[in-house]
């Protein structure tokens, strides 16, 4: 919407970078024209979104929350493994999910074939190497071209907790997060995405002690926040049926469906889809 863009450029110009950074999700050049998917959408989803693709319904895995549909259409799937059509979307938004997964080229991949445009965001090299977060599989940079990817070991490879003190690191992360874009990777495509991932694994050259204390996983997500600019935002609720439209098998890839007593069947390889919790289950 206009007067959040306009809000949010008045913030930033006013120093405002904390309230700025709040905005950027219902700033994102978004029409209602759109078909919308959130990947990774867990407990405060994208008020823009009109599908969302999550697969771990209890948070257990992010520390995030359990995840929610807020009135919009959700999905349990892999991200690695989108059971939706080719260019099915107008827009796919990933926010703080490509750091945790275990293949970033498929998820990637995924989000290429699916969608004509995007956004994603992830912690940056800085946010991991102060604060790391206990589920953090990747190391993503951002250098204006491409996105660049690093695997870990493990999830504390630097160890800067344990050599410079909790306090230390709390201490220049607040200072970081005076604007927190110091601390992301916030990346825009249109088309294809343009990344790289090395061969090389950031491996931990120093054993861990014993009684190390690390860092627990960041703050929570604010549901209620996402919930009233949902609110605001006014999206319309795309029906089941419409989904279906856009749905493909992850089996066999066939687009061709059968709906008895609330699941989906294949027609094609006769693949079963149950509902988990109310939704359709298409994880592997």
Same mark, same amino acid.
């Given at each position: 919407?206009?007067?959040?863009?306009?809000?949010?450029?008045?913030?930033?110009?006013?120093?405002l970078?904390?309230?700025?950074?709040?905005?950027?999700?219902?700033?994102?050049?978004i029409?209602a024209a759109?078909?919308?998917?959130?990947?990774g959408?867990?407990? =405060?989803?994208?008020?823009?979104?009109?599908v969302?693709?999550?697969?771990?319904? +209890?948070?257990h /895995?992010?520390?995030?929350?359990?995840?929610r549909?807020?009135?919009?259409l959700?999905?349990?799937?892999?991200?690695?493994q989108?059971?939706?059509?080719?260019?099915a979307f107008?827009?796919?938004?990933?926010?703080?999910?490509?750091e945790?997964?275990? +293949?970033? =080229?498929?998820c990637?991949?995924e989000? +290429?074939?699916?969608?004509?445009?995007?956004?994603?965001?992830?912690?940056?090299?800085?946010?991991?190497?102060?604060?790391?977060?206990?589920?953090?599989?990747?190391?993503?940079?951002?250098d204006?071209?491409?996105?660049?990817?690093?695997?870990k070991?493990?999830?504390?490879?630097?160890?800067?907790?344990?050599?410079?003190?909790?306090?230390?690191?709390r /201490?220049?992360?607040?200072?970081?997060?005076?604007?927190?874009?110091?601390?992301?990777?916030?990346?825009?495509?249109?088309?294809?995405?343009?990344?790289?991932?090395?061969?090389?694994?950031?491996?931990? =050259?120093?054993p861990?002690?014993?009684?190390?204390?690390?860092?627990?996983?960041?703050?929570?997500a604010?549901?209620?926040?996402?919930?009233?600019?949902?609110?605001?935002?006014?999206r319309?609720?795309l029906?089941?049926?419409?989904l279906?439209?856009?749905l493909?098998?992850?089996?066999?890839?066939?687009?061709?469906?059968?709906?008895?007593?609330?699941?989906?069947?294949c /027609?094609?390889c006769?693949?079963?889809?149950?509902?988990?919790?109310?939704?359709?289950?298409?994880?592997?």
């Amino acid at each position: 919407m206009t007067f959040i863009h306009a809000a949010r450029r008045a913030a930033e110009l006013c120093g405002l970078s904390a309230f700025a950074w709040k905005l950027r999700k219902v700033d994102l050049g978004i029409t209602a024209a759109d078909l919308v998917l959130d990947v990774g959408s867990g407990s =405060a989803p994208n008020p823009y979104a009109d599908v969302l693709v999550e697969c771990d319904p +209890n948070g257990h /895995q992010t520390n995030s929350g359990p995840a929610r549909s807020n009135g919009k259409l959700l999905l349990w799937a892999d991200a690695e493994q989108m059971p939706f059509r080719d260019g099915a979307f107008d827009v796919a938004l990933c926010f703080h999910l490509l750091e945790h997964v275990r +293949n970033p =080229a498929a998820c990637l991949d995924e989000l +290429n074939r699916v969608a004509r445009r995007g956004y994603i965001e992830t912690p940056n090299e800085i946010f991991d190497y102060v604060i790391p977060y206990r589920d953090h599989r990747n190391r993503v940079s951002f250098d204006g071209e491409l996105l660049r990817i690093l695997r870990k070991d493990r999830w504390n490879v630097e160890r800067f907790p344990e050599r410079y003190g909790s306090r230390r690191a709390r /201490q220049v992360f607040a200072l970081l997060a005076t604007n927190p874009r110091n601390l992301h990777v916030c990346y825009r495509w249109t088309g294809r995405i343009q990344y790289t991932i090395s061969d090389e694994v950031i491996q931990d =050259a120093h054993p861990a002690e014993e009684n190390a204390i690390a860092e627990e996983n960041g703050a929570a997500a604010a549901p209620w926040l996402n919930s009233l600019a949902t609110r605001i935002v006014r999206r319309r609720k795309l029906p089941e049926e419409r989904l279906l439209s856009i749905l493909r098998c992850i089996g066999c890839h066939s687009s061709n469906w059968s709906s008895v007593d609330g699941t989906l069947a294949c /027609q094609r390889c006769s693949r079963v889809y149950r509902r988990f919790d109310g939704h359709f289950d298409f994880r592997p």
